[in-house]
Each structure stands twice: as structure tokens, then as C-alpha cells.
């Protein structure tokens, strides 16, 4: 009934710059908290950034200062700007939802299907 798709992800020099985007669309009622997850290779999933539906944000402490989250609630869609990348920030990473679809008045979470970024040295 939902579906988060994700872009943006790419491969980009250290110091360098990508935006991501996550768009919700279904039978959408409303979307709750709308975050971005990443998951290196080896490693578990980590939470990067949260938005609420009311726009308060909060980071992941490495991430802070070069990373924004944002997000249009008209366009059920959260992005995620990254600035100053480092060859850590390589990962796949993932949009996450909290979204009640229109037939119903319990919330539920929802994943995308990750977009890789790769910085390189």
C-alpha cells in the first residue's frame, strides 16, 4: 500500500557534496517521523537523522554539522543533504517511514530499498 523510493546516491570524492531524496506515495493518511538509516558492509544498520512531522530534527553525533535532514510534507517526501563527505559516510542508506495509510488508523513503518553512496579517498 506504501512504497519509500529513494535517490540521489552516487560516488563522490571526499569533501564533496550528494542529496537524497525519499519519496512516500500510496494511500497515505499521514507520515509520522520520516529518518535515514546506512549500513556499511560488515556492519549493522545505524540511525543517521530524524525528522518529526513537525520538523524537529536530530543527528547521529558524526554527522552533525554536514549532514540536514528535511522534508515537504505536501510532497511526502524527507531528503537528506550531505555535505563534507568523508569515505566513513560510504553506505547504503535507507529512508524509513512511519506512515497510517488512508484505510486504517494504525501506524505502521515502511523501508525503502536503499540507495548506495561511496566516497572515495
Known amino acids: 500500500q506504501v512504497q519509500l523510493v529513494e535517490s540521489g546516491g552516487g560516488l563522490v570524492q571526499a569533501g564533496g557534496s550528494l542529496r537524497l531524496s525519499c519519496a512516500a506515495s500510496g494511500s497515505i493518511k499521514s507520515i509520522g517521523p520520516m529518518n535515514w538509516y546506512r549500513q556499511a558492509p560488515g556492519k549493522q544498520r545505524e540511525l543517521v537523522a530524524v525528522i518529526s512531522s513537525g520538523g524537529n530534527t536530530n543527528y547521529k553525533d558524526s554527522v552533525k554539522g554536514r549532514f540536514t535532514i528535511s522534508r515537504d510534507n505536501a510532497k511526502n517526501t524527507v531528503y537528506l543533504q550531505m555535505n563534507s563527505l568523508k569515505p566513513e559516510d560510504t553506505a547504503v542508506y535507507y529512508c524509513?517511514?512511519?506512515?497510517?495509510?488512508?484505510?486504517?488508523?494504525?501506524?505502521?513503518?515502511?523501508w525503502g530499498q536503499g540507495t548506495q553512496v561511496t566516497v572515495s579517498s
Open positions: 524509513y517511514a512511519v506512515v497510517v495509510v488512508s484505510t486504517s488508523n494504525v501506524p505502521r513503518s515502511y
